[in-house]
């Protein structure tokens, strides 16, 4: 296994501000300029891309983050979907946006596409409709990535249970629809991270690793997002060494992905690149092999 980042990890460099909970540091990030000159110097194994941050459907753009991260040797990730993805199966012409990034996971140099089913918003809805209307989409956009030569990695979106992502990849029954494991929104689903872990690991490409804390005051478990903020990782709730060696069992050889969200209020005054690179050592010594910067 190696230790990757991924450029959500950013979200406010790149103009993502969540209203109400977050401030602007005033800081602006270009995928290919600035986002790539940080992630670069951290000497990680995968680097992911999200496309909500950067004009993926530009050919020359994927052609030039591709050339940098080809000089490296670095493995990269295509994210798309970002906030909504197939907005759990209500708006079916977003497929057809799932559709026109495949081809582009291949301009980068990759052959992994991260996708999103649907988002927090439904994490309430109904169940067997909610998963009834995102199996046939998906079947659709697995049969493109066929076509392309692109696996998809579904992630856990704060949507759906680890089984209930089990039996969304085994009804649709290709290998070219795998995982995005999320770590941190499993707990936000009120799910044990090691538990979900040792469920998906067998599916999973692909990881989003992120540590979770608890609001200092206020709020409610209900909340599944603000009351469980990401933090740097090692310092939260989630069991880590737990969780690694679950995939690992389970067979995953991938990337521990980095990925940090809405930060709790006790790392807020921290700056992003403070809790990224504080984030990837604590995550070297999970995996003592890997490359340090």
């Given at each position: 296994m190696e230790i990757g980042i991924d450029s959500y990890c950013f979200h406010r460099y790149f103009g993502e501000i969540y209203a109400g909970t977050q401030s602007d540091p005033g800081t602006r990030w270009r995928m290919e300029d600035e986002f790539l000159d940080f992630a670069l110097?951290?000497?990680?194994?995968?680097?992911?891309?999200?496309?909500?941050?950067?004009?993926?459907?530009?050919?020359?753009?994927?052609?030039?983050?591709?050339?940098?991260?080809?000089?490296?040797?670095?493995?990269?990730?295509?994210?798309?979907?970002?906030?909504?993805?197939?907005?759990?199966?209500?708006?079916?012409?977003?497929?057809?946006?799932?559709?026109?990034?495949?081809?582009?996971?291949?301009?980068?140099?990759?052959?992994?596409?991260?996708?999103?089913?649907?988002?927090?918003?439904?994490?309430?809805?109904?169940?067997?409709?909610?998963?009834?209307?995102?199996?046939?989409?998906?079947?659709?956009?697995?049969?493109?990535?066929?076509?392309?030569?692109?696996?998809?990695?579904?992630?856990?979106?704060?949507?759906?249970?680890?089984?209930?992502?089990?039996?969304?990849?085994?009804?649709?029954?290709?290998?070219?629809?795998?995982?995005?494991?999320?770590?941190?929104?499993?707990?936000?689903?009120?799910?044990?991270?090691?538990?979900?872990?040792?469920r998906l690991a067998p599916y999973t490409i692909s990881t989003h690793t992120k540590d979770i804390a608890t609001r200092r005051k206020g709020g409610s478990p209900s909340d599944n997002f603000t009351w469980w903020p990401a933090c740097v990782a090692g310092e939260g709730v989630i069991d880590m060494p737990g969780v690694v060696k679950a995939l690992q069992a389970g067979g995953f050889d991938g990337s521990l992905s980095l990925e940090v969200d809405l930060i709790g209020e006790q790392w807020s005054m921290l700056a992003e690149e403070e809790i990224v690179t504080r984030s990837l050592a604590y995550l070297r010594t999970l995996l003592p092999g890997a490359p340090r910067p």
């Open positions: 110097k951290q000497d990680v194994g995968e680097i992911a891309l999200e496309a909500c941050f950067f004009d993926a459907l530009d050919d020359g753009l994927c052609a030039e983050i591709k050339a940098r991260l080809d000089e490296t040797g670095v493995d990269r990730v295509l994210g798309w979907g970002h906030p909504e993805g197939l907005w759990g199966g209500d708006k079916p012409d977003e497929l057809e946006a799932l559709k026109r990034h495949l081809p582009q996971t291949r301009k980068l140099g990759s052959t992994r596409m991260r996708i999103v089913a649907a988002s927090m918003n439904y994490a309430k809805s109904p169940r067997e409709e909610l998963i009834g209307k995102v199996i046939p989409l998906l079947a659709e956009a697995t049969k493109a990535a066929e076509e392309e030569g692109v696996v998809l990695a579904l992630e856990n979106h704060i949507d759906f249970t680890s089984r209930e992502i089990v039996r969304i990849i085994e009804a649709v029954g290709s290998p070219n629809l795998r995982v995005n494991f999320d770590t941190g929104n499993c707990l936000r689903l009120f799910e044990d991270p090691v538990d979900a872990a040792t």
